[in-house]
């Protein structure tokens, strides 16, 4: 199963830029002087602004408003020095360059990659260009110094209105909203998505390979559906329903700040949000475990018994009866009265629970080694009571369906077949080129470098077995070859420090399946000098830093292996999945406060039919962002807006060249401009798809705090100015003033 | 004295009555509520007779046919239960899209494209699941999708047990298509050839027809369940026919025989043509299936009676085939088995229209009357073809009159011409008949119409026949009946069985008796033109290269002439094989 965008890059890398624990301010006592400055600073200026009055002087005004006029053309001419190439280029090597090497120190070796410094920089380019508008249009208005004095005072003015929320208001206010989604019967929601989960069985194919994936699937898909269109008409027409009611007037007359009502609305809808989420994420797992949920019968009837040769007992098989559209094939190994064991194999537990297969050899149960085959993603433990003729088996539930693996990734790197690095490996012309190939029976090599491995992050007691490793390997022929068997693979370990590198077993590699190979902790090789030595994994193969590489080569000529990086992994721990299923609802919770804050923001300036329109226009550019910054870098056949548009009317196809003349350079100028406001407009609407995590969910795999605290962030980006926006929005406005 | 002013001091007013002349308000009112009335009584009316729908007979009273809507639905075959049945489902979830159900529809493909690019088989089946409920009654999306599956998605995998696993998926998929549209017999085929195609003739034919039996495999595993369950589904309307017992039942040719018969009973034109192929095609899938059920069985080993029966009831199917009047696109119907007797009729008028222009065909022909011939004006070479055509035709139209006399006659075959030579070297019968006597002319030119009405059936008939190859399959089933065809096969079959367990000692004697009963067959005049088929003639080479390797042990070649020289001449350099033309050595690193 591809679980692609996988986020490996660790949550400091990722928002300060690699290398920033070499940078002053983030070594420990750069933390606490900036944390001192902030606070220090914040509170100071809180206590200003609270101190100072309404309407602040005309000096202080002209100050302000001089200063951020200053910052507006700044960010304008920067705006403009990378319209072309060649003036981004001046921008990149004369300011850009310096700049950040100044600030290396202190910020880190390569601060400029941070998300932090990049969202400062967009927070300030914006906050400029919206300046720049205003400043204009005052300045022609008033005149220059009128017009300056105008915005420093409306800015002061925010600033002040800032300082002066009252949480007591803001949380009377969510509340005042909670009860209005009450009144308009937002409960509503929750029967639809009871209605739907009864009829969900419609949708879901039983026969599914995957059964455990679709399920997952389809209840976090509804959800999303109905938390979407539940949050963007109650965000969109709430405010404006109430202006026009003149409901909003009694609270506007009253002391209320224009934050605090925008505050409070998109508070109180996500706290409603957040309770109809609940609610709905219960019914969702406990339909999903119970639909899930099943067992089987095994009778004795149903078992064919062979003796084994060699005086090793008796061999079972039969398959269990069919439930949830499937069975399972059992093969139970008895072996002869009194043995057992050397260490337990296979599921077979004692009626009375606990592991069977080890003990003394003395019970029934003791002497099974029992596999229960594993089928559309889970196995079944099987229980043992009696013995011999009479014994009864008796499955469990399943195991190994809803999981939420914690892997560890690698990095990865290739060999060609010559042996030289490469970053990727050969095309073999697939149309999607997630993974890259390696050829067979060269030296060509798929590598993955681990860090950061200890003894005391597998403990025997959860591993007794040894290191799990899980890869999801493709396979390409180039002949058929023998199709009774997979391709033939290996697996070797390399120490990254010593370079010892150790030969560990071949494999047959399966295709679209998840392949678990054991590396154990302590294994026998044939050494240089063709005598047996045995390895101890962490004390020989690991480094002194956690470093193991695990090296994957195809064995048979002219075939090939294909792979990415996420499709090798260490499988260190599992949590658990019923908290991960919460963090599903998390991400759903994410995508739901972003929709509300766009809602709300839009409706505080437009009218309720309207605001809904460019709150799912927003919602949509979103999920489209990658294809309009393609549309915007020309990469998209048919040209700009201008010219798809000659080109419809003139009934010409997407590839022929346009007549050269004025005309076409018209056009494509118009296209031009265009295409910098679509890459501008791409790179700052949101794509709420970031925090859908149904694909994670649904594979099992864990999403990690690093990515739920990016989401986070990644939300608070967006809130902040959107909020910031709806605000002044409202304040604008005349209602009831 | 009456005043003006009343006892207040103001103007006094005459009354007046404020309602207009005539009816009042309230009655106008009323009047136009039943005028309302009566024009809602007669829309209803109206619309009933309308839209009355039609009902079934039941037990107490007959059915009904209906308002005019329902008769015209009727009529044409409009309504939806026309189409197949109707699921509640699927009619609620097209109610669900508010009218968008073609901008769902085409957001689902694209989201299917997506997933299939990426490799998401799981996502890829819920989403033409969803698809499909959008518009079940769409053929094409249906017809589409099940091939994907069975074809492209089953051939992505590694493993021949996932493969065939997606190929019985793309089978459900169109499964529920012929179930929700049980009148298209587009579907039937569609089932028919990937049960009978896709299973019997892929790379992985060996394992698909092992899996899709009831049988257990060589592992003692019994089939996977997702096949036991397909095998309790996979009934074509209307049932099997009765003549499927259990081992029927296990061939996925004879299952898919059974759709395509399935398939031809829901021909009714004009709803429900043959789309998509010719006719004749259409309706030689069925007994083909036969064909190659009967040479699977040998594949698989089983000689003797059950071999022989098995070709003889492809040959009794392929007559019965040939016997149907097909449409064609000269807009004649015509039988495929009918050429021969055509041909026959055709020289028998000639021979009348002879006699009543004496000599004229050889004046035409040869030139004997001084004017020059057509013979005369052919190359040397066509001349001799054309002279041998027609010594074998008087040898021919000999052999008749004695068989149809009680005479003992040699075995000859109807003797054919390239119809190019023979427009340039016969003499037509509207020739022949313009030079006819008076007395005879009408007779003679309604001999020239008829031959050359019965010339131009021929010819369309063997078009018809060229396009399912009509001729080797019938020359063949009667090789395959032979007991020296069956013997031969069963040698080889022998010695491919030892040479796969490396006993070539034991395969080479083997191969020789088979190939001097392929000799046998082949120099049997009825058989001689199977040598011309590829696919026959491959199978041989394939069979002869096997044998080189078993002289390569003693270091031996090929013999010269082989016994089967003209196989060897003919197809054993074929383009794009591997290995060197047989009766060369191969070379040393040459894949096996």
């Known amino acids: 199963m591809v679980v692609e965008n996988l986020q490996i890059t660790p949550l400091m890398e990722?928002?300060?830029?690699?290398?920033?624990?070499?940078?002053?301010?983030?070594?420990?006592?750069?933390?606490?002087?900036?944390?001192?400055?902030?606070?220090?600073?914040?509170?100071?200026?809180?206590?200003?602004?609270?101190?100072?009055?309404?309407?602040?002087?005309?000096a202080v005004s002209m100050w302000v408003g001089s200063l951020f006029g200053v910052l507006s053309l700044l960010v304008l001419a920067a705006v403009a020095l990378c319209s072309t190439a060649q003036t981004r280029a001046f921008l990149t090597d004369y300011i850009?360059?310096?700049?950040?090497?100044?600030?290396?120190?202190?910020?880190?070796?390569?601060?400029?990659?941070?998300?932090?410094?990049?969202?400062?920089?967009?927070?300030?380019?914006?906050?400029?260009?919206?300046?720049?508008?205003?400043?204009?249009?005052?300045?022609?208005?008033?005149?220059?110094?009128?017009?300056?004095?105008?915005?420093?005072?409306?800015?002061?003015?925010?600033?002040?209105?800032?300082?002066?929320?009252?949480?007591?208001?803001?949380?009377?206010?969510?509340?005042?909203?909670?009860?209005?989604?009450?009144?308009?019967?937002?409960?509503?929601?929750?029967?639809?998505?009871?209605?739907?989960?009864?009829?969900?069985?419609?949708?879901?194919?039983?026969?599914?390979?995957?059964?455990?994936?679709?399920?997952?699937?389809?209840?976090?898909?509804?959800?999303?559906?109905?938390?979407?269109?539940?949050?963007?008409?109650?965000?969109?027409?709430?405010l404006p329903a109430d202006i026009r009611d003149r409901t909003l007037h009694t609270v506007v007359t009253k002391p209320v700040r224009k934050l605090e009502i925008v505050l409070g609305r998109v508070l109180g809808f996500v706290f409603v949000g957040t309770v109809l989420l609940a609610g709905i994420g219960v019914i969702s797992y406990v339909f999903t475990v119970r639909s899930l949920s099943h067992t089987h019968q095994l009778t004795v009837e149903k078992l064919e018994a062979r003796t084994l040769p060699g005086h090793r007992g008796t061999m079972l098989r039969g398959a269990t009866s069919k439930s949830?559209?499937?069975?399972?094939?059992?093969?139970?190994?008895?072996?002869?009265?009194?043995?057992?064991?050397?260490?337990?194999?296979?599921?077979?537990?004692?009626?009375?629970?606990?592991?069977?297969?080890?003990?003394?050899?003395?019970?029934?149960?003791?002497?099974?080694?029992?596999?229960?085959?594993?089928?559309?993603?889970?196995?079944?433990?099987?229980?043992?009571?009696?013995?011999?003729?009479?014994?009864?088996?008796?499955?469990?539930?399943?195991?190994?369906?809803?999981?939420?693996?914690?892997?560890?990734?690698?990095?990865?790197?290739?060999?060609?077949?010559?042996?030289?690095?490469?970053?990727?490996?050969?095309?073999?012309?697939?149309?999607?080129?997630?993974?890259?190939?390696?050829?067979?029976?060269?030296?060509?090599?798929?590598?993955?470098?681990?860090?950061?491995?200890?003894?005391?992050?597998?403990?025997?007691?959860?591993?007794?077995?040894?290191?799990?490793?899980?890869m999801t390997l493709e396979v390409f022929r180039t002949y058929k070859g023998d199709q009774e068997r997979g391709v033939a693979g290996t697996i070797s370990l390399e120490n990254p420090e010593t370079s010892k590198k150790v030969f560990l077993r071949n494999f047959s590699a399966k295709k679209f399946a998840t392949d678990v190979q054991i590396i154990p902790r302590s294994f026998v090789v044939a050494g240089s000098d063709g005598r047996a030595e045995t390895i101890d994994l962490f004390r020989d193969m690991v480094s002194s830093d956690g470093g193991l590489r695990i090296i994957i080569q195809c064995l048979e000529p002219q075939q090939y292996f294909g792979m990415a990086q996420p499709d090798l992994y260490i499988r260190a721990a599992d949590s658990s999945f019923a908290w991960n299923f919460c963090k599903g609802y998390l991400g759903i919770w994410l995508q739901m406060a972003l929709v509300i804050g766009l809602g709300v923001m839009f409706s505080t300036f437009l009218s309720g039919p309207v605001a809904l329109l460019a709150t799912i226009f927003v919602v949509i550019c979103g999920l489209f962002s990658s294809y309009i910054v393609q549309l915007a870098g020309g990469s998209i056949v048919g040209g700009g807006p201008f010219e798809s548009i000659t080109r419809i009317m003139t009934q010409d196809n997407m590839t022929s060249q346009m007549a050269p003349g004025m005309q076409t350079n018209v056009i494509k100028a118009a296209d031009q401009v265009t295409s910098l406001m679509l890459r501008y407009f791409a790179a700052v609407v949101p794509d709420v798809s970031n925090n859908d995590f149904v694909d994670r969910v649904a594979c099992g795999f864990d999403v990690g705090p690093d990515l739920l605290t990016r989401c986070f962030l990644c939300e608070a980006a967006y809130l902040l100015p959107v909020i910031l926006l709806g605000y002044i929005c409202l304040k604008q406005r005349e209602v009831a003033q | 004295m009456s005043s003006n002013l009343d006892e207040t001091g103001g103007q006094r007013v005459a009354a007046r009555s404020f309602d207009p002349p005539g009816p009042s308000a309230r009655e106008r009112s009323r009047r136009r509520k039943w005028i309302y009335v009566l024009l809602m009584m007669a829309l209803i009316v109206t619309l009933f007779e309308l839209s009355r729908p039609s009902t079934k007979d039941t037990k107490d009273a007959p059915g009904q046919a209906g308002g005019v809507l329902a008769q015209y639905r009727d009529e044409h075959g409009l309504s939806q239960t026309e189409l197949g049945q109707i699921d509640p489902t699927s009619e609620t979830i097209r109610l669900a899209t508010l009218g968008m159900r073609g901008f769902a529809s085409t957001m689902l493909g694209i989201k299917a494209i997506d997933y299939q690019m990426k490799k998401d088989w799981t996502r890829l089946r819920a989403t033409l699941d969803q698809s499909i409920k959008l518009q079940p009654h769409s053929i094409h999306v249906w017809r589409y999708q099940a091939w994907n599956l069975s074809y492209n998605v089953s051939v992505a995998f590694d493993d021949y047990h996932d493969k065939f696993y997606w190929v019985?998926?793309?089978?459900?998929?169109?499964?529920?298509?012929?179930?929700?549209?049980?009148?298209?017999?587009?579907?039937?085929?569609?089932?028919?050839?990937?049960?009978?195609?896709?299973?019997?003739?892929?790379?992985?034919?060996?394992?698909?027809?092992?899996?899709?039996?009831?049988?257990?495999?060589?592992?003692?595993?019994?089939?996977?369940?997702?096949?036991?369950?397909?095998?309790?589904?996979?009934?074509?309307?209307?049932?099997?026919?009765?003549?499927?017992?259990?081992?029927?039942?296990?061939?996925?040719?004879?299952?898919?025989?059974?759709?395509?018969?399935?398939?031809?009973?829901?021909?009714?034109?004009?709803?429900?043509?043959v789309r998509g192929m010719a006719t004749v095609i259409f309706y030689s899938d069925a007994p083909t299936c036969q064909f190659y059920y009967a040479d699977n069985l040998e594949k698989d080993g089983t000689f003797g009676q059950k071999a022989e029966k098995a070709w003889r009831d492809a040959e009794n199917e392929w007559y019965a085939f040939g016997e149907r009047p097909v449409d064609t696109s000269y807009e004649i119907p015509l039988q495929l088995n009918r050429r021969e007797e055509l041909v026959d009729r055709a020289e028998e008028k000639k021979d009348r229209l002879d006699a009543l222009a004496p000599g004229e065909r050889e004046n035409l022909e040869n030139g004997n009357d001084g004017k020059g011939g057509k013979r005369a004006k052919l190359e040397l070479v066509e001349r001799a073809v054309w002279d041998k055509y027609r010594d074998d035709l008087a040898k021919y139209k000999k052999a008749r009159k004695d068989r149809q006399s009680g005479k003992p006659a040699a075995p000859v075959l109807q003797p054919s011409l390239d119809q190019g030579l023979r427009e340039r070297a016969e003499a037509q019968p509207d020739e022949i008949a313009r030079r006819a006597p008076q007395v005879h002319y009408d007779e003679a030119m309604r001999l020239a119409d008829e031959i050359r009405a019965d010339e131009q059936l021929a010819r369309f008939t063997k078009n018809e026949r060229d396009k399912v190859n009509f001729d080797f399959w019938r020359m063949r089933a009667r090789a395959e009946q032979t007991p020296e065809c069956i013997a031969a096969r069963k040698a080889a079959y022998d010695g491919d069985r030892a040479y796969s367990k490396g006993d070539m000692i034991r395969a080479r004697p083997l191969y020789e008796k088979s190939f001097e009963l392929w000799r046998k067959v082949l120099d049997t005049l009825e058989f001689k033109a199977l040598i011309e088929d590829v696919s026959f003639g491959g199978d041989l080479v394939d069979i002869i290269r096997r044998y080189e390797r078993c002289l390569d042990q003693d270091d031996r070649d090929l013999p010269r002439p082989f016994i089967l020289q003209d196989i060897v001449d003919k197809w054993g350099a074929r383009q794009g094989a591997p290995l060197p033309p047989v009766g060369q050595k191969k070379p040393k690193n040459a894949a096996p």
């Open chain 2, 168 to 273: 019985i998926e793309g089978l459900k998929y169109m499964l529920e298509g012929v179930h929700e549209n049980d009148k298209e017999p587009r579907l039937c085929w569609d089932m028919a050839w990937f049960i009978s195609n896709k299973i019997g003739r892929d790379d992985a034919a060996k394992y698909y027809r092992r899996l899709f039996s009831s049988k257990r495999g060589p592992d003692g595993k019994e089939p996977p369940d997702y096949v036991k369950d397909f095998r309790e589904r996979f009934v074509p309307p209307g049932g099997f026919p009765s003549w499927m017992d259990q081992e029927k039942l296990d061939d996925n040719w004879q299952v898919g025989k059974a759709w395509f018969l399935a398939a031809e009973s829901k021909i009714n034109p004009p709803r429900y043509p």
């Open chain 1, 324 to 470: 949830h559209a499937h069975e399972h094939e059992v093969t139970i190994i008895v072996r002869p009265d009194g043995s057992a064991a050397a260490e337990p194999v296979g599921n077979a537990k004692s009626a009375s629970g606990g592991q069977a297969a080890g003990g003394s050899g003395n019970t029934w149960a003791d002497r099974l080694d029992a596999t229960v085959e594993t089928r559309k993603d889970h196995t079944h433990d099987l229980y043992v009571s009696g013995s011999g003729d009479t014994a009864v088996y008796t499955l469990g539930p399943p195991v190994g369906q809803l999981q939420a693996r914690v892997p560890i990734y690698g990095k990865l790197a290739f060999h060609d077949k010559t042996g030289a690095d490469k970053d990727k490996g050969i095309n073999v012309g697939d149309e999607w080129t997630y993974r890259s190939f390696i050829e067979g029976r060269t030296n060509a090599a798929a590598i993955w470098t681990f860090s950061g491995l200890r003894e005391d992050m597998f403990p025997e007691s959860r591993f007794p077995n040894g290191i799990p490793v899980e």
């Open chain 1, 14 to 58: 990722w928002l300060l830029g690699a290398g920033w624990h070499q940078g002053l301010l983030w070594q420990t006592a750069g933390i606490v002087v900036l944390a001192i400055l902030l606070t220090v600073g914040g509170l100071g200026l809180l206590t200003i602004l609270r101190r100072s009055s309404d309407t602040p002087g005309q």
């Open chain 1, 96 to 238: 850009a360059n310096p700049v950040f090497h100044v600030l290396a120190p202190l910020l880190g070796t390569e601060w400029s990659g941070g998300a932090l410094y990049t969202w400062l920089a967009v927070a300030a380019g914006l906050t400029g260009i919206v300046y720049a508008v205003c400043w204009n249009s005052a300045i022609v208005v008033g005149g220059p110094l009128v017009g300056t004095r105008q915005c420093g005072a409306a800015v002061v003015g925010i600033f002040s209105d800032i300082a002066r929320i009252s949480l007591r208001r803001i949380f009377a206010l969510a509340w005042l909203a909670v009860r209005e989604s009450i009144r308009r019967r937002v409960v509503v929601v929750f029967v639809v998505f009871v209605i739907l989960i009864l009829f969900a069985a419609l949708f879901i194919n039983k026969d599914s390979l995957h059964p455990g994936q679709l399920y997952i699937q389809v209840v976090l898909n509804f959800t999303i559906g109905l938390a979407m269109l539940f949050a963007w008409i109650l965000s969109a027409l709430s």
